[in-house]
């Protein structure tokens, strides 16, 4: 069974890094549901999250940053739509789909894009800034209803994964909004906590 630590803890950071660090799966709060996170260049954990999660293998897993020095790591192309935006709604509960960084393993993005997204969570970025990008997808069997506490990842996945840290209520509770600024116009291709007319009404703006 999973070990489980709260965001409080004192060492809940270095004992996240450490788990990480062994190609292991972390459950963590963010601010929209609970994620299932590996380390985004670590194809062997990324295989196992997809495992785990009982996930196609052409779907991709998202990326989560800390900062947007990472997005270099990520990206080969992070085009001025997807600048409006991110400068708009980050950190927040917006993905925008960007062209993949040949850094990112075909595994997470089998494609030639990306899904990147940073957090609003404090916890959550701290992590990030110290470990650097992660590979992301919410921590329930695919297809399945979004976790949104610890014990309820617990419950659906403990026994498979390593490590659970405990924020409390998910603040969102619902997944992020996806924008797809691969392609001109965006295009929205999923509703979330930001809504289309927020998408459109921001880049309208900086028309």
């Avoid at 209520?169 to 965006?186: F, L, N």
Wanted: glycine share 6%.
């Amino acid at each position: 069974m999973a070990q489980t630590l709260s965001t409080t803890a004192q060492n809940s950071l270095d004992e996240t890094i450490s788990v990480l660090k062994l190609g292991s799966l972390v459950a963590i709060p963010t601010d929209t549901v609970y994620g299932l996170s590996v380390k985004y260049d670590d194809s062997s954990a990324i295989r196992r999250l997809y495992d785990v999660k009982e996930r196609p293998a052409n779907k991709a897993i998202p990326i989560l940053v800390g900062d947007a020095s990472a997005l270099s790591e990520i990206t080969s192309d992070f085009p001025p739509n997807a600048r409006i935006l991110a400068e708009r709604f980050w950190p927040g509960a917006l993905t925008l789909i960007v062209k993949r960084s040949h850094k990112v393993p075909s595994v997470a993005a089998p494609g030639t894009t990306v899904a990147v997204r940073m957090p609003a969570h404090q916890w959550l970025l701290s992590l990030l800034i110290l470990v650097g990008p992660l590979a992301v997808s919410s921590a329930n069997l695919s297809g399945q209803p979004p976790n949104l506490t610890g014990p309820s990842v617990a419950a659906a996945l403990g026994k498979h994964i390593d490590l659970i840290i405990d924020g409390g209520q998910a603040q969102e509770g619902k997944p992020s909004t996806i924008v797809d600024c691969s392609v001109r116009p965006p295009v929205v291709l999923r509703d979330g906590p930001i809504t289309a007319k927020q998408i459109h009404a921001a880049l309208d703006g900086a028309a």
